[in-house]
């Protein structure tokens, strides 16, 4: 079966300038979480949802939010980019949530802001 | 709230020498899991430990889960250059996963 998809998998962009990043999860999966990865940070949890709620939310501004459709697809936004805001989000798709069974991720979307 | 810790940030070893990266949580966690990122890919999940003092083992890795389900660890015996990669736990404690900062593992051929 299909993997994760993200899309796009690479972007720039400006600061004050804002984004969105997509998700397509595994077929029959209905959670997705979201992960920003920085070299320095490690993997920080940005949020998840599931079945177009979403169920937890990690310590990040309210700049960065999404959502998910009736489909399981999911969305994350960042508005007015900040050169922080640089890094690799990595989108988990998971069977119940929650990582159960184990997440699959997508290759990833690298933003870089300038 | 929930922190995973995981030691040593970084592991070089020389082919064939054995590996061990501990994680650590501040909190009591319903289960563990382990993923391996390749340089320039994604985490790849390995696996989930869910009871306590819990033992797996694929092929030449063996994973173990604490006592107190706080601890973890994940041993690889006689690495090969295949192994190389950044090893990550993530805890399942408060209805989300936390990872660890990650094991970096170069392996000298």
């Known amino acids: 079966k299909a993997g994760v998809t993200q899309t796009p998998r690479y972007l720039i962009k400006t600061r004050g300038q804002q984004v969105t990043l997509s998700c397509s999860p595994i077929?029959?999966?209905?959670?997705v979480s979201w992960y920003q990865q920085t070299p320095g940070q490690g993997l920080q949890f940005l949020f998840e949802?599931?079945?177009?709620?979403?169920?937890n939310k990690g310590n990040f501004p309210g700049r960065f939010s999404g959502r998910q459709f009736s489909n399981s697809r999911s969305e994350m936004n960042v508005s007015t980019l900040e050169l922080g805001d640089s890094a690799l989000y990595l989108c988990?798709?998971?069977?119940?949530?929650?990582?159960?069974?184990?997440?699959?991720f997508g290759s990833g979307t690298r933003l870089t802001v300038v | 709230g929930q922190q995973v810790m995981q030691i040593p940030q970084y592991q070089h070893v020389q082919e064939g020498e054995d590996f061990t990266t501990y994680c650590n949580s501040s909190?009591?966690?319903?289960?563990i899991q382990w993923y391996k990122q390749r340089p320039g890919g994604h985490p790849v999940f390995l696996i989930q430990?869910?009871?306590?003092?819990e033992v797996k083992k694929q092929k030449r890795l063996t994973f173990q889960f604490g006592e107190a389900k706080k601890n973890s660890s994940l041993h690889i015996t006689a690495t090969q250059t295949t192994d190389v990669g950044t090893y990550f736990c993530?805890?399942?404690?408060?209805?989300?996963?936390?990872f660890g900062a990650g094991t970096r593992l170069t392996v000298k051929p």
């Open positions: 988990a798709s998971s069977l119940r949530g929650q990582g159960s069974y184990g997440y699959t």
């Open positions: 077929s029959g999966h209905r959670s």
């Open positions: 949802y599931f079945s177009e709620t979403q169920r």
């Open positions: 909190t009591t966690l319903s289960n």
């Open positions: 430990l869910v009871k306590s003092g």
């Open positions: 993530a805890g399942n404690g408060n209805n989300d996963m936390r």
